[in-house]
């Protein structure tokens, strides 16, 4: 008899990052990824790594930044309101191309909000949520044992693009204690970080130059526009390979980013797209069309950003009615409705703090 | 090798007569006098004009945002403690990264901090800062400056900083006091008046001789402040960091089922107590007694952020199949155990179809539900507040017939420290649900 652990998301997030090798760690106290920050300050010293509680949101992610640019593999957690704080540094992370991996424990908002709430409002707000406007990486696990994967996952993506990736969960998937088999934990390897010690610390061609760490060379970081060596430029020529290197980096390689799961039903015309804990009640709720002989398809969006547009248009085929289902006044359904391609796109949206319901789901298919 | 010089051969980008050129050339002679490894410093630069210095420098460099610049030097001197930091900001920095400044004089994380401090923002075009005294006239305080200004040396000192040294950039032994800053364990600060001769010079008709009697007239004293043996933070954290190195790592109690109970469909177990009343943790036991018998559980718990005061309520999902949406829907069995349970579960009361569990004190209460009273006093053992969740619990779930005492003794079993206690409050659960009920099992 195979056997069972009864545990939460905060719990597989840590343990996805301490497989990937994450020896640097730094939060601010917020509900309801506290339980990260705790797990992480008694884990990382018996591996020989650091976790700081930094006086606030902005010094926690400065020194995971500085940390990360003197070779550590770092991580940072928080909740909506940590992500105001977090939004300038995040840019510069963007800009002076640190791997770092954010994971948002989203909370119901606007601010202070519900903080033992779930919810899902922080989708579009980790996507535009600093200056510039350039493509982030965002993964949203919909259980725990994906909260593993694909914590996993994000440090491999934050090392092989050299940039942020948020990890966006909520409450309830952190928080709720479920009952995962022993042998559900699905690892990925995670890159290894190709470093140099001399030559310039940046290259704009490619998706990831070789990292250059201080204390092996003289190196050079900033978060200004510059040049391949660090050193501030405004010569539109090099500011403009910058930038466009910063976009198409990602934008390029969406092949290797784009991630979702697909559970298509022949005949069926409605599609089901939703993420993160939402994605649970739609797989409840297609088990329970199905049983009663309804047809429907499903998606699983597990990389939010980039938007897995390739492999949301192949779900899309031969359905003429899709329902996008998520925690906040109705986000990503836009994103949806833009590639929809002309089809009756209908969005399930809930915002007084309660999960959506299986149930909810099986009304578009009364 | 000899380093003769860490400068790069640019020439410094500040306006004629601007103070930090000299304070820079005296970095560099410190620089000197250490013969400091240039891939061992990094140097970590605030905004501002001040924030260009890094640039003329032949060692690693941090530009960073504006305030933040101790942040990033904590990160790099908690990775690597072996590397000299060097941090260059200007007044303006220690307004907007007040926070830091405190807590990295707290921490003594082992940092040098160079305030290029001339009373105003020069790059921006002469606003006040927090240093600008008390009448002087910037491009914000056209009729005289309100504010007081903040005592950077005052403030870092009490807060337990290592070395603490206000000065000049006309004092002779500068570079002798960087060296000095540089070499004493935990935070380092230098607080090192110039002047703005693009806006603070020229709006207040100052110059070398004003820069030290404005020292004096605030009573503000110069030279060495504070010279203290601190534990540096990073040394220090890996110091104490050694003490768990053998420690077990984060395991999380695999549990092998032992048992069958089946059930035709996910029953949902609410049970409403208060803060304080181990409600989760019954819930917990419950929920692995079910693990136990093969079925699979999902634990979800509603408190309010105060913890310890108000409603505990916690939800488990009892299903024979992986409960994918752990959602607070209708109970199949609700359990109350106290006036803030009663709120938060009293909706269900009018349209329950299950079976409702409470304590005596609520024996009249209205349901459409079936309403069962569980009344402590029939256990043998006095049941008290922390073993009422789990005994109420044990015996709604046996009265429903949903687990076993074989499962649920097995399950407060893997905790040994609370044992004796849970086993007496599950004896009391049995007593209170009239016996061992026959449990549903294959």
Redesign the interface.
């Known amino acids: 008899?195979?056997?069972?652990?009864?545990?939460d998301g905060a719990?597989a997030i840590?343990?996805g990052a301490?497989d990937a090798g994450c020896d640097?760690f730094?939060g601010y106290p917020i509900?309801p990824a506290s339980q990260i920050l705790m797990?992480m300050m008694?884990?990382l010293?018996?591996?020989?790594g650091?976790a700081?509680q930094?006086?606030?949101e902005?010094?926690?992610?400065?020194?995971?930044?500085?940390?990360?640019?003197?070779?550590?593999r770092?991580m940072t957690a928080t909740s909506g309101p940590g992500i105001s704080l977090y939004s300038?540094?995040i840019g510069?992370a963007i800009m002076?191309e640190v791997p770092l991996v954010i994971v948002d424990v989203q909370r119901l908002g606007p601010s202070t909000g519900g903080?033992?709430t779930a919810a899902q409002g922080d989708v579009e707000f980790v996507r535009w949520g600093t200056g510039g406007g350039y493509p982030i990486i965002a993964l949203a696990p919909s259980?725990i044992p994906e909260s593993y994967t694909l914590t996993m996952k994000a440090f491999d993506l934050a090392e092989r693009f050299r940039c942020p990736v948020f990890l966006l969960t909520d409450k309830?998937i952190n928080?709720?204690?479920?009952?995962v088999p022993?042998d559900a934990y699905v690892s990925v390897p995670v890159l290894k970080r190709e470093t140099i010690d001399q030559g310039a610390p940046y290259r704009f061609s490619g998706n990831s130059s070789p990292m250059e760490l201080?204390?092996?060379?003289?190196?050079?970081?900033?978060?200004?526009t510059h040049n391949e060596e660090?050193?501030?430029s405004k010569d539109p020529e090099v500011v403009g390979r910058l930038n466009e290197h910063l976009r198409s980096k990602i934008l390029s390689h969406r092949d290797e980013i784009e991630m979702l799961v697909c559970d298509p039903e022949v005949g069926a015309t409605t599609l089901f797209v939703s993420y993160g804990i939402t994605a649970?009640?739609m797989?409840?709720a297609v088990t329970k069309a199905r049983s009663s002989g309804m047809k429907v398809s499903a998606v699983t969006v597990q990389t939010l950003w980039p938007i897995p547009e390739t492999g949301l248009k192949q779900a899309f085929e031969g359905v003429d009615r899709i329902v996008v289902a998520e925690l906040n006044p109705g986000l990503y359904v836009r994103e949806i409705e833009r590639i929809a391609g002309g089809r009756e796109v209908h969005g399930l949206q809930r915002i007084d703090g309660?999960?959506?319901?299986?149930s909810q789901f099986l009304e578009f298919l009364a | 090798m000899t380093v003769e010089t860490y400068r790069t051969e640019g020439s410094y980008p500040f306006c004629p007569g601007c103070g930090h050129s000299s304070v820079l050339d005296s970095l560099n002679k410190a620089l000197v006098m250490q013969q400091i490894d240039p891939a061992n410093l990094v140097i970590v630069t605030d905004i501002g004009c001040s924030g260009l210095s890094d640039q003329y420098f032949e060692t690693s460099a941090f530009h960073g945002l504006h305030g933040r610049s101790l942040t990033y030097a904590t990160g790099i001197k908690l990775a690597r403690p072996d590397l000299h930091v060097v941090v260059i900001m200007g007044d303006g920095g220690t307004g907007i990264g007040g926070a830091h400044l405190l807590n990295a004089a707290r921490r003594n994380i082992g940092v040098t901090l160079l305030v290029l401090n001339n009373m105003n923002f020069g790059m921006t075009g002469g606003q006040h800062s927090t240093t600008t005294p008390t009448g002087s006239i910037t491009a914000t305080t056209r009729s005289g400056n309100l504010e007081h200004p903040l005592d950077i040396c005052g403030t870092v000192g009490v807060n337990g900083a290592a070395y603490v040294y206000r000065g000049t950039n006309f004092d002779k032994d500068l570079p002798e006091r960087i060296v000095e800053a540089m070499q004493t364990p935990g935070f380092a600060l230098m607080d090192i008046w110039d002047l703005c001769t693009a806006y603070f010079v020229p709006n207040n008709t100052f110059g070398k001789r004003s820069l030290i009697a404005a020292q004096e007239e605030l009573g503000l004293e110069a030279g060495l402040l504070y010279k203290r043996d601190v534990d540096e933070y990073a040394a220090a954290y890996r110091a104490a960091g050694e003490r768990f190195k053998d420690a077990k790592r984060l395991h999380v109690r695999a549990i092998t089922p032992n048992s069958i109970a089946e059930l035709d469909r996910p029953m949902n177990v609410m049970v409403a107590g208060s803060a304080g009343g181990k409600v989760r943790s019954a819930a917990k036991m419950i929920a692995e007694a079910a693990i136990r018998s093969s079925l699979y559980v999902a634990q979800r718990d509603d408190y309010p952020i105060t913890v310890k005061s108000g409603h505990s309520v916690s939800q488990i999902v009892l299903s024979s199949r992986y409960v994918d949406f752990p959602g607070m829907q209708e109970p199949d069995v609700l359990v109350i155990l106290t006036d803030d349970g009663m709120r938060k579960s009293r909706r269900y009361l009018p349209t329950m179809k299950g079976a409702v569990y409470v304590v005596p004190q609520y024996a009249d209460i209205e349901t459409t539900g079936s309403l069962m009273v569980l009344d402590p006093a029939r256990a043998e053992s006095r049941v008290g507040r922390s073993e009422l969740a789990l005994a109420v619990l044990s015996g709604a779930v046996l009265h429903q017939g949903l687990l076993t005492v074989d499962a649920l003794r097995s399950a407060v079993n893997a905790y040994p420290a609370f044992a004796e206690k849970n086993l007496q409050a599950i004896d009391a659960g049995i007593a209170m649900a009239g016996g061992e009920a026959p449990a549903n099992e294959a």
Do not use: Q
């Open positions: 008899m195979s056997a069972y652990e009864f545990t719990t840590v343990r301490l640097f730094a509900t797990m008694a884990e010293p018996k591996t020989g650091i700081m930094g006086e606030d902005i010094a926690s992610i400065g020194m995971c930044i500085g940390a990360t640019m003197a070779g550590a770092a300038e540094n510069m002076g903080a033992t259980s309830e928080l709720t204690r479920n009952t022993t201080y204390g092996t060379g003289v190196v050079r970081f900033t978060g200004s660090a050193m501030i649970g009640a797989r409840e309660e999960l959506i319901s299986p």
